[in-house]
Every structure is written in structure tokens, then in C-alpha cells.
Nanobody, 122 residues
């Protein structure tokens, strides 16, 4: 079955950078767009960034635009989220998900990873 596994989370200070990894298996990787979402405790899940099937088109939320960069390598079945100049705000779990549509939205994502937690201190 399709499996997505996130990694790379941790505890960082505001202004630091961190890169998250989404590794996929079980299905042709380059046939699906990949999106990153995040959810803080007690908050709604929000879209962060997405990348198209071929990797030649990307989209990011206004809140992270210019600071977060999404990329992929289909030969390695991996997608990365480079987060630069992280802002304080406590903990959030970052999820990767795949979708037949681009840009992906939560309701069109078929499979989700278990998430990796990122905590940004002041």
C-alpha cells in the first residue's frame, strides 16, 4: 500500500532553519502531487506548500511564502520542505500527503503520513 513517512522535525529557535523529508513507497511517485500541511494543538490543519507531479511547479501559503521551499526528487521518491527563518509559535505537526490534483487540498489527498513535530521557541 501507499506509505508516506515524514522525518526531520525537532526543537528549534525562532530564526533557525530546518528541512523536513517525506519519503514515499508503494505507488508510482511521480504520478502524484505532494503537499505539506501543518496543525498546531487546538488549531485547524492548514496548507503549507505543494509541488506538482513533475516538480516544475510549486505553491506555498502566504504565511510562509519566501521562507519555505518545497522540492522533490522522483528518482529517490522523496520530497523536502526547507523551512527558513522559522517564526515562534510553539509546536505544530507537519504532514505530507499525495493528491491526483494540483494544487492539492486536504479533501483531495489520498494518503497521509503520520506527521513530524516541529517546535519553534521564542
Amino acid at each position: 500500500q501507499v506509505r508516506l513517512v515524514e522525518s526531520g522535525g525537532g526543537l528549534v529557535q525562532a530564526g533557525d532553519s530546518l528541512t523536513l523529508t517525506c519519503a514515499a513507497s508503494g505507488r508510482t511517485f511521480d504520478a502524484y502531487a505532494i503537499a505539506w500541511f501543518r496543525q498546531a494543538p487546538g488549531k485547524e490543519r492548514e496548507f503549507v506548500a505543494a509541488i506538482s507531479w513533475s516538480g516544475n511547479s510549486t505553491k506555498s501559503a502566504d504565511s510562509v511564502k519566501g521562507r519555505f521551499v518545497i522540492s522533490r526528487d522522483n528518482a529517490k521518491n522523496m520530497v523536502w520542505l526547507q523551512m527558513i527563518s522559522l517564526k515562534p509559535g510553539g509546536a505544530a505537526v507537519y504532514f505530507c500527503a499525495d493528491s491526483k490534483w494540483y494544487p492539492p487540498v486536504g479533501t483531495t489527498c489520498d494518503y497521509w503520513g503520520q506527521g513530524t513535530q516541529v517546535t519553534v521557541s521564542s
